[in-house]
């Protein structure tokens, strides 16, 4: 079965600094990969995904993530974070087209970013 | 603009009261997905529909339900509420094999009392 974790369950950084979201996912084939932010409240909005590729995706609002199969990893960076980037973030895997590909996601628990002024 | 639209956005049930929820879209998606959200938790997938069929989370509770009269609407009927059953619940839709990126509603905040 797939899995996410999300090892960081609360995240602060100062407005202007740079963010890395950690994100480790287990599944047997390639899978896809994404990160969706929640503010409270609100549905979940994507911010990028990974099908194949170039293994550096560049999401909306200045956010990028790189996939690193070796170690498992689907991290979420920005270089710049402002005060409207406090959400909740969360990173779900979701079946590969080879296996159908619409069984829903499964997401990791989510980290709690706080922008400090 | 395409959009998963959820109605209502909050719903006050009483306890043991049957409601239901629904969440149509205009993206004309082969699939849609009902999470179950409790508070400061992931999204959990309760069932799926693809096309007309039905696919239920194994460990999804009998008290869940779900129709899809046609593409555009899917509903969640919960037939017996209870407190535990209190959480946002999120529809959501994708394309299916061709594209597993799914695009969420804003969700139905449901809450039992």
């Known amino acids: 079965a797939q899995s996410v974790t999300q090892p960081d369950i609360h995240i602060t950084v100062s407005e202007g600094a740079s963010l890395e979201l950690r994100c480790n996912y287990s599944?047997?084939?390639?899978?896809?990969l994404f990160w969706y932010v929640q503010s409270p409240g609100q549905g979940l909005q994507l911010l990028l995904k990974y099908f194949s590729g170039d293994t550096l995706v560049q999401g909306i609002k200045g956010f990028e993530a790189e996939f690193k199969r070796s170690q498992s990893s689907f991290n979420l960076r920005k270089p710049s974070v402002h005060w409207s980037d406090a959400a909740e973030y969360f990173c779900a895997v979701g079946e590969g087209y080879s296996g159908g590909g619409a069984d829903g996601l499964t997401f990791g628990k989510g980290t709690h970013l706080i922008i400090q002024p | 603009d395409a959009m998963v639209i959820q109605n209502p956005r909050y719903q006050v049930t009483q306890f043991g009261k049957p409601v239901t929820l629904s969440c149509s879209q205009t993206l004309n998606h082969n699939v849609m997905y009902w999470y179950q959200q409790k508070s400061s938790q992931a999204p959990k997938l309760l069932f799926h529909y693809y096309d007309k069929d039905f696919n239920n989370e194994a460990d999804t509770p009998d008290n869940f339900q779900s129709r899809r009269p046609n593409t555009s609407f899917c509903f969640l009927d919960i037939r017996s509420p209870g407190l535990g059953d209190a959480a946002m619940y999120l529809c959501a839709t994708s394309r299916g094999k061709e594209d597993t990126e799914s695009r969420f509603g804003s969700g139905t905040r449901l809450t039992v009392v």
């Open positions: 599944y047997g084939a390639t899978p896809y």
